[in-house]
């Protein structure tokens, strides 16, 4: 593939913000998958992929990553976006909306020599590395498909160098570095095919972020595709998004009011602050996992309900912005590897990641939103 994703310059670095250091209700909420995990998944519709009419490179990428039957928003949404319609689409987490816009892309992308086809912006780095894995991902039959990703914390003349000697067919990458880059000429937008915002929520409601889409959307065609992903759309943001595009496809899937994870097995436990530690105690040494993440509402309660884990002998790690960004990496990637089993962590992990080991994931702390409750419990999308 084009992106020089050997370098250490394209290791992902976990976002830095503040946590607030906010009471939490005394209680303790687990996630566990359902049996067989992702892959094991079968929408409502028992059609295969095949019933899209993708490339064979595409089915053959499909097949070798084990997946079978399209979910319910892969139904919907892929015979339409293969044919360039422009879409909205809002479904939780879990649900396979990356694969709609990947695939989709995929299918229509003709390579030329040195142009950008397809622009993906989303709001977070790591986010940005999980989109670009999965076009290569997916394209490894298509040879000619170069696939680049770009955001800050990176110097930028590596990017720079990048376009300049292998420019990429498709861009993933974060408002911030993809408006640098163009406004230094280095990128070209000239010939974009697709726009695509991944957690578009995120991007459009900040309105710093949403002047930067925007000043990146007028240097490409007026004549492309437009997609726009989310697990949380509100109604009110919903006009912002149609501005930016063409009689849009409109996909709302589940009913706002009701929080659905599909293949998930949710269970409550009402607790007080003292009966918490016994409880996890009790649900690490029963439940049968292959990696569990805690969630926990502040830095210090991260590393204090870690330290009593270890002492417990469980095999543990906690990430929380207390550390470096070089710690946390490594300490995310040591876990993702499988290095550790057990993950506690404050809310800086608990949007846009995904490791595919983790089968169940506990709310020490209960978040202060159903959002955030959604966003931490759904580790699981493609």
């Known amino acids: ?24 209700p005394d209680s303790v909420t687990a996630k566990v998958n359902g049996e067989g995990g992702k892959k094991g998944y079968v929408g409502i519709h028992s059609s295969g992929f095949r019933d899209f009419l993708l490339k064979p490179e595409l089915l053959r990428a499909i097949v070798d990553s084990g997946f079978e039957h399209p979910s319910e928003v892969q139904h919907e949404c892929i015979p339409q976006a293969i044919l360039g319609m422009d879409v909205i689409c809002q479904a939780k987490s879990g649900m396979g909306k990356t694969a709609v816009f990947v695939l989709s892309t995929l299918q ?42 770009f955001y800050g914390g990176v110097n930028i003349k590596v990017h720079k160098d990048l376009l300049k000697n292998e420019c990429p067919h498709i861009v993933v990458g974060t408002p911030g570095r993809i408006l640098a880059l163009t406004r230094d000429k280095d990128l070209s937008l000239k010939n974009v095919r697709h726009f695509i915002l991944d957690e578009c929520d995120k991007m459009l409601e900040s309105l710093d972020m949403r002047r930067d889409v925007q000043e990146i959307f007028k ?76 969630f926990v509402k502040s830095v210090n309660r991260a590393a204090e309900l870690n330290k009593l884990l270890v002492e417990c002998n469980f095999p543990s790690i906690c990430i929380h912005s207390g550390m470096s960004q070089e710690e946390r990496l490594t300490r995310y990637k040591g876990f993702k590897e499988g290095h550790k089993r057990i993950l506690v962590a404050t809310d800086l992990v608990g949007r846009g990641i995904d490791i595919e080991r983790v089968n169940i994931v506990i709310n ?3 978040p202060d939103s159903a959002d955030t409750y959604l966003h931490r419990v759904s580790w699981q999308s493609w």
Request: a negative charge; aromatic letters at 8%.
């Open 108 to 149: 229509q992308i003709e390579p030329s020599p040195g142009q950008v086809i397809a622009l993906v912006l989303c709001h977070t780095r790591e986010l940005a590395y999980q989109i670009c894995h999965e076009f290569e991902r997916f394209s490894t039959y298509l040879p000619d498909i170069k696939v680049a990703v």
């Open 364 to 366: 020490y702390d209960m």
């Open 219 to 294: 240097m490409t065609p007026h004549d492309k595709q437009v997609m726009m992903f989310s697990a949380t759309l509100s109604k009110e943001i919903r006009p912002v998004c149609k501005k930016f595009m063409q009689d849009p496809m409109e996909i709302y899937v589940d009913d706002e009011a009701k929080l659905t994870l599909h293949g998930l097995v949710q269970h409550y436990i009402k607790l007080s602050e003292m009966e918490k530690n016994r409880k996890l105690n009790d649900l690490l040494d029963a439940l049968d996992f292959n990696q569990v993440v805690i």
């Open 1 to 24: 593939m084009g992106e020089t994703r050997d370098n250490d310059a394209y290791e992902e670095e976990l976002l830095d913000y503040e946590e607030e250091e906010e009471k939490a």
